[in-house]
């Protein structure tokens, strides 16, 4: 549950093993390479030494890979610090710079020149220095007798001092992540670029090609990528924003590869992939699939329907909402997909198998029984108890409208002024200690519409209303039926009418005159604090529960590794940099249906449609089709190549990952999964499971040929052409 709730905040028989289990399946740490996949992957076509691939004393593939922003992968492609990674992944970037003056969602954006890319602040980088297995280290502090609350407190008080150990005094970033629910520890050092700009896009016709529609389809044509550059201090390292930075000259970047693919060919993926949960037990599949998902896409819906309305009708509120509106958007649909996928491939089933397996194991020997014995019980209980004070759907109503709305929240962020308020600070002193607020609020305020959040709300409102028991709600419902008799649409035109959180003008005039008294008694703040405490009681009422769950899950991960002691287990995907490999391949998505591994630039015509904004084709890109005039990006045949397939195993995070070819050449970006596949972050399904790149050669003819960018094409390295 927890794993799921973090995935929104950045989206068959499960054997998680190697022996007799497709090399296509799994998401494997580079260190371990070497020893677990290597072979395997020579023998599918892998040209490269395990050196090349990881090293931590000299240049390796690894220094190519970097993590974007913390929830997106891009990839280093020139001597000059150039990033390729997806259109969605720099679409917050793109849309933060668009007004309607200079509206690059829809035109795109190409910067000429270096002087000419754009900044943005907050967006990071990290390379991945190192990483090391700490388990002993953790866990030679845990005592069997400590409760979950005290063991998780070792735990934390352990890994602060070893990331302190390895940050060289704050020179680099370090996490220390569990791994296999609690049982392992690893240790990475990240060195943190903080100056990225902007250097080129597609207009949101090319890069968001099919939108919402084609959203975890196949057949896609999308051109889903965009353009950074790392910039860094002169002598190389990272700095924050400055004209005086350099672009970086990385350790290592990608070559590529203008020969394209061929069905079966070698495919390897590198990536900071988010967040799965393979280990996932029957019950907890349950959960998903009766309370989770459901109350995920009835509040989601909610939102992003009274979210269009607003941006269909205006292209300024359009521009603000469409980062906000595309990534609830994907996660909302992925749910509609996963619980379709759990159902039809009867996952519920494969989780009891494996379960009943389990029980086997430790029915079989006494010592086992007192470890593990009390395990599946104990998830069965603690399941139950969630679902029965209906925590679950609260938890998930909440978390979409935290998440949706942007004047709910809000509140939150400025519980800081409440004490700055109460310290007595006056005079410069007190202007001081707002200004960052005043900052915060800028940037709050320039993706905002109020009519468009006044709607929004009232959603939200309306629909905890509706769908939950009197006995589950915040106790301002109790002010809103006494006081406006039950109307919320009186109520939330009330607070935005009187609030100071929920206008900028007000705002800001708060600011420059605060009253501790005024903000105390504000109705956005009285409303926020209102859900949030309700649901931190909830939340700690779940607590026991979710602690017996939550150590039920480690002893099971532990007990099925050991029952099955010749399987060489990989760990679910935590935002860590990991490899998967696979080849090209078509798949069958249903009776009689036949899906090709590649699409074609032809396909773009045939799902051109100009009445409806997401697949209408832009004049110059309809024009380069139909005289096919794709220049040296063409394939052998003589046509565009758009997007093609892979077995790779893939999720959220890996979202502008590079697709390599065997001797590590870039051969296209990984930006989707398939619709057929959507349970894959439970249960991994070898026949129907598929990763989504745009081919290289569309990206370079964009490039080249769309938008004119050739300096960008002369910065990369190209492999020899075979035609």
């Keep these: 549950m927890r794993k799921l709730l973090f995935s929104l905040i950045l989206l068959i028989s499960v054997s998680f093993?190697?022996?007799?289990?497709?090399?296509?399946?799994g998401m494997w740490l580079p260190m371990f390479v070497e020893r677990l996949n290597y072979v395997d992957m020579q023998k599918m076509g892998l040209k490269l030494t395990p050196q090349e691939l990881y090293d931590i004393n000299h240049s390796s593939l690894k220094d190519a890979i970097v993590n974007l922003g913390g929830f997106c992968t891009a990839e280093v492609v020139s001597s000059q610090g150039l990033l390729f990674t997806n259109h969605h992944c720099g679409y917050e970037a793109i849309q933060k710079h668009s007004s309607v003056e200079h509206d690059y969602l829809t035109d795109g954006f190409w910067a000429a020149s270096f002087e000419e890319e754009l900044p943005n602040e907050g967006l990071t980088v990290s390379f991945l220095v190192r990483m090391d297995d700490v388990t002993n280290l953790v866990t030679e502090k845990l005592k069997p007798e400590m409760s979950?609350?005290?063991?998780?407190?070792?735990?934390?008080?352990?890994?602060?001092?070893?990331?302190?150990?390895?940050?060289?005094?704050?020179?680099?970033?370090?996490?220390?992540?569990?791994?296999?629910?609690?049982?392992?520890?690893?240790?990475?050092?990240?060195?943190?670029y903080r100056d990225i700009r902007l250097v080129g896009a597609p207009p949101s016709a090319v890069g968001k090609f099919g939108g919402d529609t084609d959203n975890w389809m196949w057949p896609r044509h999308t051109g889903d990528f965009s353009i950074f550059r790392i910039y860094a201090a002169p002598n190389g390292s990272p700095a924050d924003y400055s004209k005086d930075n350099v672009p970086l000259k990385p350790k290592h970047f990608l070559t590529i590869s203008p020969n394209g693919i061929q069905p079966n060919d070698f495919t390897m993926v590198w990536g900071f992939p988010g967040i799965t949960d393979r280990y996932r037990t029957s019950h907890g599949i349950n959960a998903t699939l009766n309370e989770i998902n459901p109350a995920i896409v009835r509040m989601g819906g909610v939102i992003l329907d009274e979210m269009k309305k607003d941006m269909d009708a205006s292209d300024e509120t359009r521009i603000k909402y469409a980062a906000h509106y595309a990534g609830l958007a994907n996660f909302w649909k992925n749910k509609i997909g996963e619980t379709r996928g759990l159902k039809r491939l009867d996952v519920y089933s494969k989780k009891k198998a494996i379960e009943e397996h389990f029980t086997q194991w430790v029915n079989a020997d006494q010592q086992r029984r007192e470890i593990y014995g009390n395990v599946l019980q104990d998830m069965a209980n603690s399941y139950d108890q969630l679902n029965s004070t209906g925590y679950n759907k609260q938890l998930w109503y909440f978390s979409m409208a935290f998440y949706g709305s942007k004047a709910l929240p809000f509140p939150l962020a400025n519980q800081g002024m409440i004490n700055i308020l109460k310290s007595g600070q006056k005079g410069d002193e007190l202007k001081a200690s707002l200004a960052p607020m005043m900052e915060a609020?800028?940037?709050?305020?320039?993706?905002?519409?109020?009519?468009?959040?006044?709607?929004?709300l009232i959603a939200i409102l309306q629909t905890f209303k509706n769908d939950l028991p009197a006995a589950f709600l915040p106790d301002i419902y109790n002010e809103i039926d006494k006081k406006y008799k039950g109307n919320i649409a009186s109520y939330v035109d009330m607070i935005f009418k009187e609030s100071v959180l929920v206008d900028e003008g007000r705002y800001n005039a708060f600011l420059k005159k605060p009253s501790l008294k005024k903000l105390e008694k504000d109705p956005a703040s009285k409303l926020t604090n209102?859900?949030?405490?309700?649901?931190?009681?909830?939340?700690?009422?779940?607590?026991?529960?979710?602690?017996?769950?939550?150590?039920?899950?480690?002893?099971?991960?532990?007990?099925?590794?050991?029952?099955?002691?010749?399987?060489?287990y990989y760990p679910d995907a935590n935002s860590t940099l990991r490899v998967s490999y696979g080849q090209v391949l078509d798949y069958f998505p249903a009776d009689a249906v036949h899906y090709d591994y590649v699409t074609y630039a032809d396909g773009i015509l045939e799902k051109e449609d100009p009445t409806n904004e997401e697949f209408v084709v832009p004049a110059k890109l309809k024009e380069l089709i139909l005289k096919k005039d794709f220049g040296k990006w063409r394939d052998k045949e003589g046509r565009l190549p758009v997007c093609f397939i892979s077995n790779n195993d893939i999720t959220g995070g890996n979202s502008g990952s590079p697709m390599l070819n065997g001797k590590g050449e870039l051969i296209g970006i990984a930006f989707d999964g398939n619709w057929e596949a959507m349970s894959g972050d439970i249960a991994f399904?070898?026949?129907?499971?598929?990763?989504?790149?745009?081919?290289?050669?569309?990206?370079l003819f964009i490039i080249d040929k769309f938008a004119n960018a050739q300096r960008l094409i002369q910065e990369l390295k190209f492999a020899e052409s075979n035609y």
């Design 441 to 456: 609020g800028k940037e709050h305020f320039k993706d905002y519409n109020p009519a468009t959040e006044k709607k929004i």
């Design 685 to 699: 399904e070898p026949a129907l499971q598929r990763t989504i790149s745009v081919d290289i050669r569309y990206v």
């Design 17 to 25: 093993s190697k022996a007799g289990n497709p090399p296509d399946e």
């Design 530 to 568: 209102s859900f949030y405490s309700y649901f931190m009681t909830q939340t700690m009422v779940a607590n026991a529960a979710q602690e017996k769950l939550d150590k039920a899950e480690r002893l099971f991960v532990d007990g099925l590794r050991k029952a099955n002691p010749d399987k060489v």
């Design 148 to 192: 979950e609350t005290e063991r998780s407190a070792m735990i934390s008080r352990v890994i602060e001092g070893l990331k302190t150990d390895a940050s060289e005094n704050g020179k680099y970033q370090v996490s220390v992540k569990s791994f296999y629910n609690g049982n392992e520890y690893y240790r990475f050092v990240y060195e943190v």
